[in-house]
Every structure is written in C-alpha cells, then in structure tokens.
C-alpha cells in the first residue's frame, strides 16, 4: 500500500499538543485506511513552555509503519517540517500593530530620503541638470526646476516599475524584490531552526546513549 505525502516546511501548533500526520503534511491513499493514516500521531508535545519541534522524514516513516507495516511511504515534499508550538493562540493587539506599522513606515520613509538625496550629492544632480538646461536652453541657471519636475516624476516611476507595484495594484504577476528577498530570508531561517533542531536532537541522543 503506497502512502503519498507531501510534508510542509513550518506548522504553528496554537495550544495543540498532539501533533497529526495531516497537520504537518498532505496525505493521500488509495485505501480504505486513508482517514487513518492521516490521523496518526507524529509528534506529542509534553510541554507548556513555546518552543520549536522537528519532524523527519523519518518520524512521519514510523508513525506511518507502526499502525500499517505494509505500507510504503512516498515523500513528495520536504525531509525536516518545523512545529512552532505555542501554549496559548496569540492575541493581536492592534493598538501595538498600528504603531509598529507607523514605526516602519516613518524609519522607511526617511531612511529613503535620506538615501536619495546623498545620492544626489554625491553625484552632483543639481549641475548635471544645469548641463542640460544649458544644453537645451542655452541659459546658466543654477536651479532649473523645469527639469526638477520630470526628473522627481521619473525618479518616482522608475521606484515603482523596480518594485512592481503601488499600495494595493501590482504592474506584473513577478514577485517583487522586497518578495524574492522575504522569501529568500525565510528559507535561510528555516533552514537554520533545522541545523539547530537535528543538532539538540543528536545531543539527547549522544546523552542518553
């Protein structure tokens, strides 16, 4: 009987302690024992505190075997899932959100700011536009605000193409950058919470053998 899952990368248990194969993974066999193999127990969390579990692979072979010897387990998905365990469901307060959010908000808002305008210093935008308002008028003018306007309506256009949207709209289906770099840094704290899990499993291990 072939058992195919497809296990999650991260599960957050709020105040569940016995932890399911289907909470952790998609199941599907073409058995009559399908409900029950989804059912079984992978992992049981002994603990009030908020802590982080792994799941293998293996774990999930076990669990699987001991109630249905004969059946094979075909992984799909990924070898390790993380359990975030947490004794009580967060409560969101969102008093603290929105001024989290405003934090956020007013650090970005400067922080670009200021960026942008040691760019410009730095490279010197108030005479490369007086080049070429001397190029295209053929007058010195040390402030040309002519230019000022299309350059800051351009600046702000091109913000949004590398970005790929504004508020709500998006300008393509790609993820945006700020996207891809979540993303990316979401994979490497998993991937780090598991090298850090399979090395405090290995260490009870070593020191109950």
Do not use: W
């Amino acid at each position: 009987m072939d058992v195919y899952i497809k296990p999650v990368k991260k599960y957050k248990a709020n105040g569940k302690k016995l932890i399911l194969l289907k909470d952790v993974a998609e199941v599907y066999c073409a058995d009559i024992k399908n409900e029950t193999i989804k059912n079984v127990a992978v992992l049981k969390i002994d603990s009030e505190k908020q802590k982080n579990y792994l799941v293998s692979i293996m774990d999930i072979v076990k669990a699987v075997t001991n109630i249905e010897p004969r059946a094979t387990v075909v992984n799909m998905g990924e070898k390790e899932v993380i359990v975030e365990f947490e004794p009580h469901p967060p409560k969101e307060n969102q008093l603290l959100t929105l001024v989290k959010i405003l934090a956020v908000v007013t650090v970005l808002f400067f922080g670009a700011a200021t960026a942008i305008m040691s760019f410009h210093s730095d490279a010197e935008i108030p005479k490369i536009l007086s080049g070429y308002y001397y190029t295209f008028f053929k007058e010195e003018n040390a402030t040309p605000h002519i230019l000022e306007i299309p350059y800051s309506i351009g600046l702000a256009v091109g913000i949004i193409v590398f970005f790929n949207h504004f508020s709500a709209l998006k300008i393509t289906m790609d993820p945006t950058p700020i996207e891809v770099e979540m993303t990316t840094y979401e994979e490497e704290v998993i991937k780090n919470q598991i090298e850090m899990l399979e090395q405090e499993k290995e260490g009870k291990n070593n020191g109950s053998a």
